[in-house]
């Protein structure tokens, strides 16, 4: 296989979008499925490659936010106690299939642009907690408080200020990062 480039919007495609039901059992289940995804694929992967790349505390911070992710799904099952295995959501299938492909030859390319690799990942990432807390999940919230369901709903609020929290964390990390690269190369 070819080695191009690993590009941001190939990283992105390993985002996998929880889905909005009118049930709100099912909107539920959807949250699970992808908050568990990225505790153990996503994140995961990521944490590797910042690894791989030479990048330990890098590593260390994906893997922290991996450990979150898990208790948001943890806090939604001590709501909805029937989820059990949350039925694969297509857009989570789509995200594993996009990081397999990814995975196949990803090794070498960070291995020929260590930094590439690790500062889209780390723009992935800010775009991914982004989308959850300021557009998904608040939807999730006004549908709990629609159907007068506050528990749920100070769920989901206190998923936002965790996932705003990640942004947060990336963004410094990123810009860190930006700045120890034009310090190298300065
Ligand atoms: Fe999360
Ligand atoms: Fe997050």
């Given at each position: 296989m070819?080695?191009?480039?690993?590009?941001?919007?190939?990283?992105?495609?390993?985002?996998?979008a929880a889905c909005k039901s009118d049930d709100m059992t099912m909107t539920a289940?959807?949250?699970?499925?992808?908050?568990?995804?990225?505790?153990?694929v996503m994140y995961p992967e990521f944490a590797r490659w910042?690894?791989?790349?030479?990048y330990p505390e890098l590593a260390t911070l994906f893997?922290?936010?991996?450990g979150e992710e898990k208790l948001h799904a943890v806090w939604l099952?001590?709501?909805?106690?029937?989820?059990?295995i949350p039925r694969r959501g297509e857009d989570t299938q789509r995200a594993i299939d996009a990081l397999e492909t990814i995975r196949a030859n990803c090794d070498a390319l960070?291995?020929?642009?260590?930094?590439?690799?690790?500062?889209?990942?780390?723009?992935?990432a800010i775009r991914v907690e982004e989308r959850e807390y300021q557009d998904i999940y608040p939807h999730f919230r006004d549908q709990a408080l629609e159907q007068q369901d506050a528990k749920t709903a100070a769920v989901y609020q206190k998923v936002i200020d965790s996932e705003c929290q990640h942004a947060q964390w990336f963004q410094?990390?990123?810009?860190?990062?930006?700045?120890?690269?034009a310090q190298a190369t300065a």
């Open positions: 070819e080695k191009t480039e690993i590009t941001e919007e190939m990283i992105f495609e390993c985002f996998a289940e959807s949250f699970v499925d992808v908050e568990e995804y990225e505790n153990r910042a690894s791989q790349a030479g893997r922290k936010v991996a099952r001590e709501l909805y106690t029937d989820i059990g960070i291995a020929l642009n260590p930094e590439g690799v690790v500062e889209k990942a780390l723009t992935v410094t990390a990123l810009s860190d990062f930006r700045s120890t690269q």
